[in-house]
């Protein structure tokens, strides 16, 4: 129980803008305990109670971006380096490090061919309905001017 005890405090003063190093200070272990403390009570709350936890820290990080925005943006090294690193940082909460860009090649593909043949048909003034195509991917008016083109 003190251990959950420990987290929980951990949780509130991290809450409370304190740092990492902070809060190791005052229970007297390192920083990476501090850490595991925080991150194991967040863990333990449930989802809404998290989701409110995190929506606290992007608006902290949202008052400090604030706060330094114009020092950066004018060229101050290390508001610059602030900056980023509060970036960084909600990239980190947001997820957006681990995004994946998903492969719809072979969908986007497949649409675009279909809307190229549909096209097609419109200029040519077919309904679009209507697959007049053979399995070959010729149609019958074009097998017919073969046809005409063999016999000359």
Do not use: C, H
């Not at 929980?8 to 229970?27: D, V």
């Not at 995004?99 to 040519?124: E, T, Y």
């Not at 149609?139 to 005409?148: G, Q």
């Amino acid at each position: 129980m003190e251990t959950q005890k420990r987290r929980n405090e951990a949780l509130e003063m991290r809450l409370a803008g304190k740092s990492n190093l902070e809060i190791a200070a005052y229970f007297g272990v390192d920083p990476g305990t501090a850490s595991r403390y925080v991150t194991q009570a967040l863990k333990a709350i449930p989802q809404e109670n998290a989701e409110e936890v995190l929506r606290q820290e992007l608006q902290r990080l949202d008052r400090m971006w604030l706060g330094i925005w114009k020092d950066a943006i004018n060229g101050q090294d290390f508001k610059i380096d602030r900056a980023l690193a509060i970036m960084d940082r909600r990239a980190k909460y947001l997820g957006l490090d681990n995004f994946v860009q998903p492969d719809n090649s072979q969908d986007a593909r497949a649409a675009l061919a279909s809307f190229l043949g549909d096209v097609k048909k419109q200029v040519n003034g077919e309904s679009a309905d209507e697959d007049e195509d053979l399995e070959d991917g010729t149609d019958e008016d074009e097998e017919d001017d073969w046809d005409n083109e063999e016999a000359d």
